[in-house]
């Protein structure tokens, strides 16, 4: 059974850190896509980072390159993101998930990935 398990999300103040962690199993986690996608309350779900296992190329959105930072532990099978200089338009329910294939689309579309995880929500006040 694939299990995908984010957690880390809290509250803090804009300028802020925080690290999200996703723990897999289930899949070969050597050769995936791993993804974090966020969704804001009325907003689309918006893809935030991705990194391809088999060799740690990663792709990230725009709005948060030079902010946040995603990598893989590959002996405990976990993805973080570390999240710097956070911003109140940070404020989201963040996702991770995981395509065991090729990314039809695009690292970016949410449709490519075959499995999630719950969510973890993370608020940045101003």
């Known amino acids: 059974e694939v299990q995908l398990q984010a957690s880390g999300g809290g509250m803090v103040h804009t300028g802020g850190s925080l690290r999200l962690s996703c723990a897999a199993s289930?899949?070969?986690?050597?050769?995936?896509?791993i993804g974090w996608f966020r969704q804001a309350p009325g907003k689309e779900r918006e893809g935030v980072s991705c990194?391809?296992?088999?060799?740690?190329?990663?792709y990230g959105a725009d709005s948060v390159k030079g902010r946040f930072t995603i990598s893989s532990d590959y002996a405990n099978h976990r993805v973080y993101l570390q999240m710097n200089s956070l911003k109140p338009e940070d404020t989201a329910v963040y996702y991770c998930?995981?395509?065991?294939?090729?990314?039809?689309?695009?690292?970016?579309?949410?449709?490519?990935?075959?499995?999630w995880g719950q969510g973890t929500l993370v608020t940045v006040s101003s």
């Open positions: 289930g899949f070969q986690f050597d050769y995936a896509f």
């Open positions: 998930a995981a395509a065991v294939k090729d990314l039809r689309g695009g690292w970016r579309a949410w449709r490519a990935y075959d499995y």
């Open positions: 990194i391809r296992t088999s060799d740690g190329y990663t």
